[in-house]
């Protein structure tokens, strides 16, 4: 029975090394003063920058330059543990290639997460949302 389990295992984790090649094989990059991200077509790249004058969210998208690409970055807050998030900045940029978008400057205590949703924008299926984790 262990042997069994051993091979799922392997195998699973073979699947999984496969499908995460493509991604892994992608550079990094990062501007002076920004978080090194990785390249990935139409997958966004975020960062926060946070201070005593508040917090800014930024959001970056590498694209085909004929490609129409939105990118909407939201900066989101939480009153209380376990209560909805709720967005108080966001931005929004469409564009031909690649394109970042930048929210406003807020000044909260709250507890804070960057997200961000970008790709093609006339195929939203094919758009990717992603999350920092709180801080």
Not at 43 to 70: I, W, Y
Not at 87 to 108: F, I, K, P
Request: hydrophobic share 40%.
């Amino acid at each position: 029975m262990r042997t069994r389990i051993a091979a799922v295992m392997m195998t699973v984790a073979g699947i999984a090394g496969l499908s995460a090649a493509p991604a892994m094989a992608t550079t990094a990059t990062a501007e002076p003063g920004t978080t090194a991200c990785t390249t990935v077509l139409n997958r966004p790249c975020l960062s926060h920058e946070s201070n005593n004058e508040g917090v800014v969210g930024v959001a970056r998208v590498t694209a085909d330059p004929s490609q129409l690409t939105v990118v909407r970055v939201e900066l989101r807050t939480q009153a209380a543990w376990g209560s909805p998030w709720e967005t108080v900045a966001s931005a929004t940029t469409v564009r031909y290639g690649s394109a970042d978008a930048t929210t406003q400057r807020v000044v909260t205590d709250k507890l804070r997460i960057v997200c961000a949703t970008a790709g093609p924008a006339l195929d939203a299926a094919r758009q990717v949302t992603t999350c920092t984790n709180p801080f």
